[in-house]
């Protein structure tokens, strides 16, 4: 990994006397930000040289209109990179559509980058950047989550150099890509609901490095396990005609090395291939060198890991597959929000942090969720092991794009994927979310897949929700499901991915971002409830929806995040809300069940059966009905024949699904067992739609019997508590979803009728 050179400006007036101002909530490393240099690492990973300069640090700052030109003075300082709104930043004010922001430091060169171009890199600046050095304009940008850069080498002076940056972002008043941004103060406040504090200026690392006239400037990297090569294209400047050598190595020891022309692509032999999995998260090093005959004019270094992913039918279900496997994705949402910096994690090690939350807690993937991170991000994500869906940052909801807006969309999104196609992590692109500022859905799915071969795309996350229109292509049918998990189905032609489902909150006083004004999708009373129906939803999804064909689940979420209280962690990721161990094991028993999956549960249609309890002590019992509702009573020998005929059920294809089941009782032909805001009961089949999903009972294995899940509340199963039958749920709040004995009370014995 590169290292910074030190030394490299000097700080502006008044720098000495800067200081954060106070955050609305600390994170644990709130306080480890340094005054100058923070997130001094490398900031490319995929793209690594030697020397490098970072620019991180105090910079002269001032905010004008938004027409004005180049203030005479600058009377604030700012701490980049952290934005304007960002308590770490040092100047916490909302900024609107009527604001310029106004930056400004000196830098010199070293004197050993003598003879090589100087390039000015930004990791990422929202969201219309004019950049001056020595009074002259080396360069503009628009976007707010892609890096870019100029070279900067003919405006240079030898000595000291100034250079003066502009940002404009009208946030959701512009066009433009803004994910959950808007523009609100930015102080803890009530409401906001699902948007957060905007994020304007400069929010990734700024530094400056040498590089030579003729240079790489990306390595595109894809894995083909087939034939057990990397597929590489380096792509360079200045560079037309050029060769370039790749080598692929492990441990220092050369596993393969292939050379080829600059842009085109080269296959680097990588034999007996050490695959990349969240298990086993293997990355080789690479190393790109730019040739002129046989000198190395350029060089750069970089990583790859060794794996494939696909959709592909596995017992005859599309599913989607890595390394030619099922294995269930069970990941969480995460904004990627900080209540210090907003945008920009205070460090590296709080951008690890959120990562290896989701590892501690047994997920495998995670879902980046209309945001894009720093390209150290994903370093962390390929090398702890987590699959990445990435969306794409949303245009505001509620507007249809005009040209303009579009041809810009597409534009970042393409650069995104350049930016970022090489990392092993990141599995699948999702386009649009829920509709907002949609258009050309399906074209849209078309051109990412045909851009990016490599990986999954999403043409829609959330296609069943408000008022958002499925393109109908691309490798998954994504739906969101709160609390869920639902029923969402694969077809012939996509898999089938639950998006977005959960949302259960918890708030955990001192550790609120506004105390009082938290929500969520379910309150949970208590610790032990959250625990309860969270393990619940894991179970649930292990035991009925995975069977069906589900393949992949996205809780919400990972943090709290400003009013949202969803989080497994707290906003200011000082607490852990569940339990890590009892919540890995929920996650790891899900991922276990995808790769040795239990047969499917079948009933016998068309004969009548009896259901006993399995509960220890209970085991006489039956279920039965009694004045049209369900109860447990014991049934012997010696039995009436009314309580016999009442403990007998028809078994029949599910009236609301033909995949489940529904019990006719016996005695009452024409009439089933169905549930009624949560007492189960006998009606008569009145033809409606959600009578009969009420009827309806999806088979799910049970130890020593089957479980019943609700079809149309899936999760919830038939349970009988104190004699009577309900609708109980795992985790939930109702008196009859007390989790003592839950999974034995909901566990039934089928077996012959009492009543033939």
């Given at each position: 990994?590169?290292?910074?050179?030190?030394?490299?400006?000097?700080?502006?007036?008044?720098?000495?006397?800067?200081?954060?101002?106070?955050?609305?909530?600390?994170?644990?490393?709130?306080?480890?930000?340094?005054?100058?240099?923070?997130?001094?690492?490398?900031?490319?990973?995929?793209?690594?040289?030697?020397?490098?300069?970072?620019?991180?640090?105090?910079?002269?700052?001032?905010?004008?209109?938004?027409?004005?030109?180049?203030?005479?003075?600058?009377?604030?300082?700012?701490?980049?990179?952290?934005?304007?709104?960002?308590?770490?930043?040092?100047?916490?004010?909302?900024?609107?559509?009527?604001?310029?922001?106004?930056?400004?430091?000196?830098?010199?060169?070293?004197?050993?980058?003598?003879?090589?171009?100087?390039?000015?890199?930004?990791?990422?600046?929202?969201?219309?950047?004019?950049?001056?050095?020595?009074?002259?304009?080396?360069?503009?940008?628009?976007?707010?989550?892609?890096?870019?850069?100029?070279?900067?080498?003919?405006?240079?002076?030898?000595?000291?150099?100034?250079?003066?940056?502009s940002v404009y972002d009208p946030?959701?008043?512009?066009?433009?890509?803004?994910?959950?941004?808007?523009?609100?103060?930015?102080?803890?406040?009530?409401?906001?609901?699902?948007?957060?504090?905007?994020?304007?200026?400069?929010?990734?690392?700024?530094?400056?490095?040498?590089?030579?006239?003729?240079?790489?400037?990306?390595?595109?990297?894809?894995?083909?396990?087939?034939?057990?090569?990397?597929?590489?294209?380096?792509?360079?400047?200045?560079?037309?005609?050029?060769?370039?050598?790749?080598?692929?190595?492990?441990?220092?020891?050369?596993?393969?090395?292939?050379?080829?022309?600059?842009?085109?692509?080269?296959?680097?032999?990588?034999?007996?291939?050490?695959?990349?999995?969240?298990?086993?998260?293997?990355?080789?090093?690479?190393?790109?060198?730019?040739?002129?005959?046989?000198?190395v004019t350029d060089s750069a270094?970089?990583?790859?890991?060794?794996?494939?992913?696909?959709?592909?039918?596995?017992?005859?279900?599309?599913?989607?597959?890595?390394?030619?496997?099922?294995?269930?994705?069970?990941?969480?949402?995460?904004?990627?929000?900080?209540?210090?910096?907003?945008?920009?994690?205070?460090?590296?090690?709080?951008?690890?942090?959120?990562?290896?939350?989701?590892?501690?807690?047994?997920?495998?993937?995670?879902?980046?969720?209309?945001?894009?991170?720093?390209?150290?991000?994903?370093?962390?994500?390929?090398?702890?092991?987590?699959?990445?869906?990435?969306?794409?940052?949303?245009?505001?909801?509620?507007?249809?794009?005009?040209?303009?807006?579009?041809?810009?969309?597409?534009?970042?999104?393409?650069?995104?994927?350049?930016?970022?196609?090489?990392?092993?992590?990141?599995?699948?692109?999702?386009?649009?979310?829920?509709?907002?500022?949609?258009?050309?859905?399906?074209?849209?799915?078309?051109?990412?897949?045909?851009?990016?071969?490599?990986?999954?795309?999403?043409?829609?996350?959330?296609?069943?929700?408000?008022?958002?229109?499925?393109?109908?292509?691309?490798?998954?049918?994504?739906?969101?499901?709160?609390?869920?998990?639902?029923?969402?189905?694969?077809?012939?032609?996509?898999?089938?991915?639950?998006?977005?489902?959960?949302?259960?909150?918890?708030?955990?006083?001192?550790?609120?971002?506004?105390?009082?004004?938290?929500?969520?999708?379910?309150?949970?009373?208590?610790?032990?409830?959250?625990?309860?129906?969270?393990?619940?939803?894991?179970?649930?999804?292990?035991?009925?929806?995975?069977?069906?064909?589900l393949s992949a689940s996205v809780?919400?979420?990972?943090?709290?995040?400003?009013?949202?209280?969803?989080?497994?962690?707290?906003?200011?990721?000082?607490?852990?809300?569940?339990?890590?161990?009892?919540?890995?094991?929920?996650?790891?028993?899900?991922?276990?069940?995808?790769?040795?999956?239990?047969?499917?549960?079948?009933?016998?249609?068309?004969?009548?059966?009896?259901?006993?309890?399995?509960?220890?002590?209970?085991?006489?019992?039956?279920?039965?009905?009694?004045?049209?509702?369900?109860?447990?009573?014991?049934?012997?020998?010696?039995?009436?024949?009314?309580?016999?005929?009442?403990?007998?059920?028809?078994?029949?294809?599910?009236?609301?699904?033909?995949?489940?089941?529904?019990?006719?009782?016996?005695?009452?032909?024409?009439?089933?067992?169905?549930?009624?805001?949560?007492?189960?009961?006998?009606?008569?089949?009145?033809?409606?739609?959600?009578?009969?999903?009420?009827?309806?009972?999806?088979?799910?294995?049970?130890?020593?019997?089957?479980?019943?899940?609700?079809?149309?509340?899936?999760?919830?199963?038939?349970?009988?508590?104190?004699?009577?039958?309900?609708?109980?749920?795992?985790?939930?709040?109702?008196?009859?979803?007390?989790?003592?004995?839950?999974?034995?009370?909901?566990?039934?014995?089928?077996?012959?009728?009492?009543?033939?």
């Amino acid at each position: 990994m590169a290292t910074a050179l030190v030394g490299i400006g000097t700080a502006p007036a008044g720098a000495a006397s800067w200081t954060p101002k106070p955050a609305p909530m600390t994170t644990p490393w709130t306080n480890q930000v340094p005054v100058d240099k923070p997130l001094p690492e490398y900031p490319r990973p995929q793209l690594t040289r030697p020397d490098w300069a970072n620019l991180n640090g105090i910079w002269d700052f001032a905010v004008t209109g938004r027409d004005a030109g180049q203030p005479a003075s600058f009377t604030d300082q700012i701490r980049v990179p952290f934005v304007a709104e960002s308590a770490l930043s040092g100047i916490q004010r909302k900024i609107t559509e009527n604001d310029r922001l106004w930056y400004k430091r000196t830098f010199t060169v070293p004197s050993d980058w003598n003879g090589r171009r100087v390039e000015l890199n930004f990791g990422a600046s929202d969201w219309q950047t004019t950049v001056w050095v020595n009074g002259t304009q080396v360069g503009a940008h628009k976007g707010g989550y892609d890096s870019f850069g100029f070279d900067i080498t003919p405006r240079l002076n030898g000595g000291t150099n100034t250079v003066v940056v502009s940002v404009y972002d009208p946030t959701q008043t512009g066009g433009q890509a803004v994910g959950k941004q808007r523009i609100n103060g930015v102080q803890p406040h009530d409401g906001g609901g699902i948007f957060y504090t905007a994020a304007s200026g400069i929010w990734q690392t700024v530094w400056l490095e040498p590089v030579a006239a003729a240079h790489i400037t990306r390595l595109d990297m894809t894995p083909n396990l087939g034939d057990s090569t990397l597929r590489v294209k380096v792509q360079g400047a200045s560079a037309s005609g050029r060769s370039a050598r790749v080598t692929v190595s492990s441990g220092g020891t050369v596993v393969g090395t292939a050379t080829g022309t600059v842009g085109s692509e080269i296959s680097v032999p990588v034999p007996n291939a050490h695959l990349w999995t969240p298990e086993d998260p293997f990355l080789y090093d690479v190393k790109a060198e730019l040739l002129d005959g046989s000198a190395v004019t350029d060089s750069a270094g970089g990583y790859t890991g060794m794996r494939s992913i696909a959709v592909a039918k596995v017992d005859g279900v599309l599913r989607p597959v890595l390394n030619g496997k099922f294995v269930f994705q069970t990941g969480t949402l995460d904004q990627g929000y900080w209540p210090d910096g907003i945008y920009t994690a205070p460090t590296d090690a709080a951008l690890k942090s959120d990562l290896q939350a989701h590892k501690d807690l047994g997920f495998n993937m995670v879902r980046k969720h209309i945001k894009v991170e720093p390209q150290r991000w994903f370093y962390w994500a390929d090398k702890l092991g987590l699959l990445v869906w990435q969306d794409m940052p949303a245009m505001d909801t509620g507007k249809s794009p005009d040209s303009a807006a579009r041809t810009q969309w597409e534009s970042e999104f393409h650069a995104i994927i350049d930016q970022h196609r090489s990392s092993p992590s990141l599995v699948m692109w999702v386009d649009q979310n829920e509709g907002w500022g949609q258009y050309d859905q399906a074209r849209i799915a078309n051109e990412v897949k045909a851009y990016d071969p490599s990986r999954l795309v999403n043409n829609m996350s959330g296609v069943n929700c408000c008022g958002s229109v499925d393109g109908g292509n691309g490798d998954v049918v994504d739906n969101h499901i709160y609390v869920g998990p639902g029923n969402t189905a694969p077809t012939a032609t996509r898999a089938a991915v639950l998006g977005e489902f959960g949302g259960l909150g918890y708030k955990v006083p001192g550790h609120e971002w506004f105390p009082g004004g938290g929500f969520s999708y379910e309150d949970q009373p208590s610790v032990s409830a959250l625990n309860n129906r969270f393990t619940g939803l894991l179970d649930s999804i292990r035991n009925g929806q995975l069977p069906a064909g589900l393949s992949a689940s996205v809780y919400t979420e990972i943090t709290d995040v400003e009013n949202e209280a969803n989080g497994l962690l707290t906003y200011d990721r000082q607490v852990v809300k569940v339990d890590t161990a009892r919540v890995k094991a929920a996650n790891q028993a899900l991922i276990d069940a995808s790769r040795n999956p239990a047969p499917p549960v079948t009933l016998p249609t068309g004969q009548y059966k009896s259901l006993r309890v399995t509960t220890p002590g209970y085991t006489d019992k039956y279920l039965r009905h009694q004045d049209a509702l369900a109860f447990t009573s014991v049934v012997g020998a010696g039995s009436d024949a009314v309580l016999k005929n009442d403990a007998t059920w028809k078994i029949v294809t599910g009236l609301g699904n033909s995949n489940c089941y529904s019990l006719e009782s016996r005695n009452y032909p024409g009439e089933y067992l169905r549930h009624q805001n949560f007492r189960v009961r006998r009606d008569a089949d009145d033809g409606s739609a959600l009578f009969k999903a009420d009827a309806t009972w999806c088979a799910v294995a049970g130890n020593g019997g089957v479980r019943l899940s609700s079809a149309n509340l899936p999760g919830s199963y038939l349970r009988h508590i104190d004699s009577e039958v309900w609708l109980a749920t795992p985790g939930g709040t109702h008196a009859w979803d007390n989790p003592a004995t839950f999974t034995e009370d909901t566990t039934w014995a089928v077996e012959a009728p009492w009543a033939p």
